[in-house]
């Protein structure tokens, strides 16, 4: 692979989602950027003014994260094959709804923002989610100097019952609850439930019938 590339191009070489693709050419936006009062909104959350050229990608794989991070740094060298001793290139499919990532004098800046809509976060998933990223960027957020990572959840309502006990500290705000902007959606969404005769929710019901989420 050709040497010296930027955090920043190598983000984007890894980005080979289709849905990414799809999405910007269907509706005449190739380069996927944000819109100006999205950046501003996350801006004003994380204290950083985000640039109108940021970097932005749908369904980012944390492992093409983690390669663009080390193939960036000074720890990266020339000589392949690289260690995976600390497990952080796997074969799953673990992402981030939303990245964004931009360079701000000597810092390269990454904002992961996690998104629920008519469903809610589960401990199970969020410690997953922890767990990978404390692996990938340390407990104090600075395992790597010239980078600083930021995680914000998107969702119509506050978060409510999430256990952040194991959460590393820059995963949250100074008084311990999570970075959160509300994410607007519209009302009187739908969905199908399988049920019985009596419609009563029933994973092998023979009907189904329409519900509010």
């Known amino acids: 692979m050709k040497q010296g590339l930027t955090f920043i191009e190598l983000l984007e070489k890894f980005n080979r989602k289709e849905r990414f693709f799809l999405i910007g050419w269907s509706l005449g ?98 410690r997953s989610k922890a767990a990978r990223l404390t692996k990938l960027f340390g407990r104090d957020g600075k395992r790597w100097p010239s980078f600083r990572p930021h995680f914000v959840l998107a969702s119509p309502r506050r978060p409510q019952l999430l256990d952040l006990k194991v959460w590393p500290a820059w995963m949250k705000r100074p008084d311990g609850s999570p970075y959160w902007i509300e994410m607007s959606m519209p009302p009187g969404l739908i969905k199908t439930t399988r049920c019985d005769e009596n419609s009563t929710a029933d994973a092998n019901g023979a009907f189904w019938t329409v519900d509010e989420t």
Do not use: C
Request: hydrophobic share 40%; glycine share 8%.
């Open 29 to 126: 936006n190739p380069r996927f950027r944000a819109s100006k009062a999205f950046l501003k909104s996350i801006s004003s959350l994380i204290g950083t003014e985000i640039p109108s050229d940021a970097f932005v990608a749908m369904d980012y794989h944390l492992t093409w994260l983690y390669a663009s991070v080390f193939l960036s740094s000074a720890k990266a060298g020339t000589r392949e094959p690289y260690s995976n001793r600390r497990g952080l290139v796997t074969g799953t499919q673990e992402d981030v709804d939303l990245l964004i990532a931009f360079r701000k004098g000597r810092l390269n800046h990454v904002v992961m923002i996690e998104a629920k809509g008519a469903t809610g976060w589960t401990n199970k998933q969020a």
